[in-house]
């Protein structure tokens, strides 16, 4: 079996595959794992557990909370007394899931850019950009957002595709140990920034169109721009999918990850929910490799299989995000300072915040309501369903 593209997804989708007894090639276009970087580069206690990476040299910082601003002004501050999430180096985060993977018997290609699949009978065969030919019974795409040829074979587009741009640069930097979220520059999800050191940082934003353009107004804001403490030393652009379609597997392919869409609609992180789907995927393809079953019928016991696990998370998500997207900037000015006022809400968002199971968090908060908050209760309410 061929699995295209060694991002997170697909490196974890080729170790399950490899570790199931499949005969399985790793096929990336690039020179290395990890490059171009097209993510804020922050991944959660659960991501960190499902990547089944020791603690390496690409963890740089743990964020131990945030603090989220209202268009206004209006601050939610909150810190936890052990880590939430690290901020990483995706390159080298990335070239250890690899190496895993090739531990486990995947063998790699790179510089392998696939440019068409042609289905037969019995297998697939996958025509690279020097002509090469490779045959293989099932193939995973991890393509990453475009997922060409996962279109191509019958995987509909995600519901929605943000644009994300994100810099990294010097700054005065409020708390080291904490990421602000700033809500409101830009219609599509937030802005953010992810602090690498007390002076330096990643601010970053996902708009529905133009991330960079939206990006530079934000630079420009009084908030931001007084704490800059110099030039941008990278840029990093890309888009977010958001909303998996209606299939994620056809005869002979299955895709997964940011090519599947499986990506949190509440935060714009990707790494969790890909990992968690890859292993299902690298298992089931595994599995019905070796029994020779490779129809559409066969193949769709992975998207029972994953949405069991994510569906419900997901689908929450983008439920927020609509939401979110709905309120105006006084809208969200009352809800940042309605949480503000808080403590017992404040303090369950310390011991039960969680960046990959937003939906927990959520339905903690509701336990600690007061009859001023029909309002939030009812949005929470329609965020779970």
């Avoid at 090639?25 to 171009?36: M, S």
């Avoid at 063998?107 to 002509?131: D, F, M």
């Avoid at 949405?307 to 939401?323: Q, Y």
């Avoid at 968002?349 to 908050?373: K, N, T, V």
Wanted: aromatic share 4%; proline share 5%.
């Amino acid at each position: 079996m061929a699995v295209i593209g060694a991002g997170p997804a697909g490196s974890m989708a080729a170790k399950y595959a490899a570790k199931a007894g499949a005969s399985t090639i790793l096929l990336e276009e690039h020179a290395g794992a990890g490059w171009p970087v097209q993510c804020a580069g922050l991944l959660g206690q659960e991501a960190m557990a499902e990547s089944e990476l020791p603690p390496g040299s690409f963890l740089l910082r743990g964020m131990m909370g945030a603090t989220v601003l209202s268009p206004s002004g209006a601050r939610l501050d909150f810190k936890a007394k052990a880590c939430k999430a690290w901020a990483i180096d995706r390159r080298l985060f990335d070239r250890a899931m690899l190496s895993r993977a090739v531990q486990e018997g995947a063998n790699l290609r790179i510089c392998s850019s696939v440019r068409k699949i042609r289905r037969e009978k019995e297998c697939s065969v996958l025509t690279l950009a020097g002509g090469e030919k490779i045959e293989a019974k099932i193939v995973i795409s991890a393509e990453g957002v475009s997922a060409l040829l996962a279109r191509r074979a019958g995987i509909a587009p995600p519901q929605m595709i943000l644009s994300g741009a994100q810099v990294q640069v010097p700054f005065a930097v409020e708390d080291a140990e904490k990421v602000e979220v700033h809500l409101g520059p830009a219609p599509g999800l937030f802005a953010w920034v992810i602090p690498l050191d007390e002076r330096m940082a990643r601010i970053g934003l996902c708009a529905r169109d133009r991330g960079c353009e939206h990006l530079r107004s934000f630079l420009k804001t009084d908030v931001i721009k007084k704490r800059l403490q110099g030039s941008p030393v990278a840029l990093n652009v890309g888009g977010l999918p958001l909303g998996p379609p209606a299939a994620t597997a056809v005869a002979g392919l299955l895709a997964v990850g940011d090519a599947a869409g499986q990506v949190k609609p509440t935060s714009g992180g990707g790494i969790y929910p890909g990992l968690v789907a890859a292993k299902i995927a690298g298992g089931v393809a595994a599995a019905a490799a070796m029994e020779g079953d490779i129809s559409a019928l066969r193949l769709m016991e992975y998207d029972r299989l994953w949405r069991a696990a994510l569906g419900r998370e997901l689908e929450i998500g983008m439920r927020v995000n609509r939401m979110l997207g709905k309120m105006s900037d006084a809208e969200l000015d009352e809800l940042v300072g309605y949480l503000a006022g808080k403590p017992r809400l404040i303090k369950a968002i310390e011991e039960h915040g969680d960046i990959d199971r937003p939906s927990r968090l959520m339905a903690r908060m509701l336990l600690h309501l007061d009859w001023d908050a029909i309002r939030l209760a009812r949005l929470l309410g329609y965020a779970l369903g």
